[in-house]
């Protein structure tokens, strides 16, 4: 289960006061800025707690999206076993649930994204854009590039 902080909109702790490595703390107050008022994370502890919901939610999405594929590849492995429209019954069931399971991955990774948007430093908050690539990791698996070509995006804007 998912340790979930309880909410408090009051705390402005930095991210280095809360135990954090040096480099992690570097990054978050490279993108929140130390002087951030939700500088905890980059979250308040009540978006704290909605992120962590949607993150678990997410999670067991993803795991729901594995089931699937795993079970439509069974049935395509006994494809010979069964009659043929019972199988493309089954093969279509399958694949609608993982429509709909994709489909709400997405969402939820596009609402936490917007969700975090607020709290981040103006040239930073392009990390946060909606044509990003939806991953598993909700910023995808190079937030270091990423970062800096939102910077370098930032500063070509101003």
């Known amino acids: 289960m998912v340790n979930q902080p309880?909410?408090?909109?009051?705390?402005s702790q930095s991210a280095s006061t809360h135990g954090l490595?040096?480099?992690?703390?570097?990054?978050?107050?490279?993108?929140?800025?130390d002087d951030s008022p939700s500088a905890n994370h980059g979250l308040k502890r009540r978006s704290q707690t909605i992120d962590a919901e949607q993150q678990f939610i997410q999670q067991s999405i993803s795991r729901s999206l594995i089931s699937?594929?795993?079970t439509a590849?069974?049935?395509f492995e006994n494809a010979n076993k069964i009659p043929g429209n019972v199988l493309k019954l089954l093969l279509h069931n399958v694949m609608d649930g993982a429509t709909q399971n994709a489909t709400a991955h997405y969402e939820i990774s596009i609402k936490r994204r917007q969700s975090i948007k607020p709290h981040l430093?103006?040239?930073?908050?392009?990390?946060?854009?909606?044509?990003?690539a939806i991953t598993e990791l909700l910023f995808g698996s190079n937030l270091e590039k990423d970062l800096s070509l939102a910077k370098s995006s930032s500063k070509i804007i101003r």
């Open 73 to 75: 590849q069974i049935l």
């Open 121 to 132: 430093t103006q040239d930073c908050v392009g990390i946060c854009n909606n044509s990003s």
């Open 21 to 33: 490595s040096d480099p992690v703390a570097s990054f978050m107050s490279n993108v929140l800025g």
């Open 68 to 70: 699937q594929a795993k």
């Open 6 to 11: 309880t909410p408090d909109d009051g705390d």
